[in-house]
């Protein structure tokens, strides 16, 4: 196939371009470098069948035609980096959805929305299940997040309505591995960067909240899976194995064997209280489940961010 990833030089994105190439596609990847970066393309810049489009995807673009898939992930993903890019991550959402839909059409092909968990907002159901509506502060600050993201389903969903277009959407969950930023915001390379520099380890409530974490090779199998199918979803990809912020701290500092200790700092407004996918729908419609079990893949992680501290030294 030939695919247009957008939001390609992000961490998802960049995964996705090695193993679409990895299979055989051709792939353009698209990133205005807003929170993406020129060193995670790096690998995939060297394959002959890749090819990069510098631009914002709110703007139109020109990324050229004779697309079998396009495959939507740009987007803000941290809290800090939304919250730092309030608007333009709301515009993603909107805009940017409304140009990858028209170019679907366009291309007469497959178009894949890489949506959220975030849409559950702070969930009274547990786990959750795509049937779950969510319960979402529409105008909390996480907001922009959340509803850039529920308005792109709206929106997908639409244009498969009134127009038969071939879309699909996954709500992907916390998701980790080599490639994620040391400082990127979310907690797993928090606490690695935290506890490979010795530092305290920065927990934001109590500690009780909890999440599902899923290696990133699994979320791109998911990925790939979904993409090369014809479900609409939505379709849940994540770890269903739940633990506790304060017990994913204990772990990094056993597996690190660092001594920091932990500074707990008030929890942000809106944070979710609980993160647990129900992936029965993925392991019926894709044969999916994730394989890589927390401890090893926060070992590959953790030597991943150990082997660029040595590089950046």
Known sequence: MKVLVTGGAGFLGAHLCEALLARGDEVVAL???ATGSRAAIERAARHPAFSFVEGDVCAAPAV??????????????SP??????????????SHGSEFVLRLAHANDCRVLLASTS????????????????????PIGPRSVYDESKRYAEALFMAHRRAHGLDTGIVRIFNTYGPGLRPHDGRVVSNFIAQALSGEPLTIYGDG????????????????VRMLTSDQ???VNLGNPTEITILELAETVLALTGAQSPLDYRPAPQDDPATRRPDIAK????????????????????????????????
Not at 64 to 77: N, Q, R, S
Request: hydrophobic share 40%.
């Open 31 to 33: 990133d205005n470098f």
């Open 64 to 77: 050229g035609g004779g697309f079998d898939a396009i495959a939507h992930l740009a987007c803000p993903a």
């Open 80 to 93: 800090g980096e939304y919250l730092r890019l309030p608007l333009e991550t709301l515009a993603i959402g």
């Open 118 to 137: 975030e849409i559950y907002g702070d969930p009274l159901q547990r786990p959750q299940g795509e049937e779950y509506w969510g319960n979402v502060n």
């Open 208 to 223: 009780r909240q909890t999440r599902s974490f899923c290696y990133v090779s699994d979320l791109i199998d998911g990925l």
């Open 232 to 234: 609409p979803g939505p």
């Open 282 to 313: 993925a392991a019926a419609l894709l044969d999916w489940a994730p394989t890589v079990p927390l401890a090893d893949g926060l070992a590959r992680t953790i030597e991943w961010q150990r082997s660029l501290a040595t590089i950046l030294v």
